[in-house]
């Protein structure tokens, strides 16, 4: 089993749709939780980063942490077809930000 | 454009053949660290370096060895290649990699392709 499970998708949604992103994980000494957008032929890019349980707001993005339940999620409001993308989850225990495990991603495509 | 430059962008190879790939870091940033992302196993960490020393190591081959120089700029070598090893290669660069709080910033990547 690997340490953070996501589902690969793809997933589609209409444009405007609020879209829901998830991931779990196993490891509980993990206390920083980061959501990447990669676009198609780039590097990954930082979209969120959390530390320990709780909500965080940017503009329509929303990055929820539930410690006790190993999950998180990325949450997109009024989404656009340029938020079409892949989003890969990443964590990384308390202390060691080198070694930042990734979740497989998962292609989300908005529909115009 | 994150700052972070990889060269080659893309690079063709024989399978025992032996490749270097290139990364220079943001401007002020001290810590690289090299991934690997292939379609089956994800974005995965390999090795990060910190102002010229090795700092951490993730599933990195033994085929496989990095290096940062003292200008900061980061070589990652691959030996022996086989054809699994073909995949996308990142590099990425923070301001220190200490804490967890440090943004990696992430290059364009070099796609390696075995034959």
């Known amino acids: 089993q690997k340490e953070v499970e996501q589902d690969p998708g793809p997933l589609s949604v209409p444009e405007g749709a609020i879209v829901s992103l998830n991931c779990t994980y196993s490891?509980?000494?993990?206390?920083?939780f980061m959501w990447y957008r990669q676009y198609s032929r780039k590097g990954p890019e930082l979209l969120m980063y959390?530390?320990?349980?709780g909500n965080k707001e940017d503009g329509r993005f929303t990055a929820q942490v539930d410690k006790s339940s190993k999950y998180i999620s990325l949450f997109i409001r009024d989404s656009q077809p340029s938020d079409s993308a892949t989003y890969l989850c990443?964590?990384?225990?308390?202390?060691?930000?080198?070694?930042?495990?990734f979740g497989s991603g998962t292609r989300l495509s908005i529909r115009p | 454009d994150s700052g972070v430059t990889q060269t080659p962008k893309h690079l063709i190879t024989a399978t025992g053949q032996r490749v270097t790939l290139r990364c220079s870091p943001r401007?002020?940033?001290?810590?690289v660290y090299w991934y690997q992302q292939s379609l089956d196993q994800g974005l995965q960490f390999l090795i990060q370096y910190y102002n010229g020393e090795e700092r951490a190591k993730g599933n990195i081959l033994e085929r496989f060895s990095a290096q940062q120089f003292p200008d900061l700029h980061s070589e990652l070598n691959l030996s022996s290649l086989e054809l699994g090893d073909s995949a996308l290669y990142f590099c990425?660069?923070?301001?220190?990699?200490?804490?967890?709080?440090?943004?990696?910033?992430f290059g364009p990547g070099t796609r390696l392709t075995v034959l």
């Open positions: 990443a964590m990384t225990p308390y202390s060691s930000a080198s070694k930042i495990i």
């Open positions: 401007s002020g940033d001290l810590s």
């Open positions: 959390t530390y320990s349980s």
């Open positions: 990425a660069s923070s301001v220190d990699g200490v804490s967890g709080r440090d943004t990696q910033y």
């Open positions: 490891n509980s000494a993990f206390q920083y």
